[in-house]
């Protein structure tokens, strides 16, 4: 996003690194629950392994 006014919404499940903000930008996080670090993952092969058993779970 090269434009500080504009926003982005990113559903759950989705991996996403964030690099090269705008000058001015601001990446907020709206929550419905408070801040724990353990809810964060922060390694991709590890998401990845939640996703597939998020999607074989639905199918079943």
């Known amino acids: 996003m090269n434009r500080s006014y504009y926003?982005?919404?990113i559903?759950?499940?989705i991996w996403?690194?964030?690099d090269n903000?705008?000058?001015g930008s601001?990446?907020?996080v709206l929550a419905s629950e408070f801040f724990c670090e353990d809810d964060y993952i922060r390694k991709k092969s590890?998401?990845?392994q939640l996703n597939?058993?998020?999607n074989t779970l639905?199918?079943?």
């Open 46 to 48: 590890i998401f990845r």
């Open 7 to 9: 926003g982005l919404y």
């Open 52 to 54: 597939e058993n998020q």
């Open 16 to 18: 996403r690194v964030l």
């Open 58 to 60: 639905a199918i079943e």
């Open 26 to 28: 601001v990446c907020l």
């Open 21 to 23: 903000f705008s000058s």
């Open 11 to 13: 559903p759950k499940m």
